[in-house]
């Protein structure tokens, strides 16, 4: 079950949730990224480089000059500088998306949540280890709920089932690795949860 649990948290490590994300909305309402079918992949592979890729990049090389003793961070204090260089280069990220993906508003809209996400993590791990797993897939899923009001086809419900029960499955997953406490994958859930929900319906 262990090695299970470990094998859930790699998968859906929270800084793969944005190419899930955007992947899966591609995939479910594709006029809702405004992109032409042969563009699709493409920018999905350019998502998970500059989402994915930069971010753990800059982790290796934080492990390698001993800023941190292991990618896992399994103390608030040694997630501190990490976790701050990712909510700046995801900023600097949204920022060039809106200048450069102009005309494909609402993946820009999805992105600064993302981003703040990012940024309410990094600020509340100054003052308690949270779930960014956690904070994560429960954002993805605040961020997918409003989408069915808004999609009359019904092509977002089982996607929005899928990703609820593996919300518990990721949370269960932390939980049994003791990397967290009850409260700290509460706390994370609800968190991301509301960012997702509510800056959906404020900006959609």
């Known amino acids: 079950m262990q090695v299970t649990s470990k094998i859930v948290s790699y998968i859906f490590h929270p800084l793969l949730l944005t190419t899930y994300l955007v992947a899966l909305l591609g995939l479910t309402i594709p006029r809702f990224l405004i992109l032409p079918s042969a563009a699709y992949w493409p920018f999905v592979g350019f998502i998970f480089a500059m989402t994915f890729i930069l971010p753990v990049s800059n982790l290796i090389l934080l492990k390698a000059f001993g800023t941190v003793t292991s990618l896992q961070m399994p103390t608030r204090r040694e997630r501190l500088l990490p ?7 995801y900023i600097a990220v949204t920022i060039m998306f809106y200048y450069k993906v102009r005309g494909n508003i609402n993946f820009n809209k999805v992105m600064t949540l993302v981003t703040i ?8 791990t100054f003052f308690e280890k949270i779930s960014v797993h956690s904070l994560a897939i429960c954002g993805a899923l605040g961020i997918m709920m409003p989408l069915n009001k808004a999609v009359e086809n019904g092509s977002m419900l089982m996607p929005t089932l899928a990703v609820l029960i593996l919300a518990g499955v990721v949370m269960s997953s932390r939980l049994y690795l003791n990397a967290h406490t009850p409260r700290q ?16 319906v404020l900006f959609f």
């Open 83 to 89: 976790f701050t260089l990712i909510a700046v280069l």
């Open 117 to 124: 996400m990012v940024l309410v993590a990094t600020i509340m």
């Open 185 to 200: 994958v509460m706390f994370g859930a609800v968190t991301g949860y509301i960012i997702g929900f509510f800056g959906m």
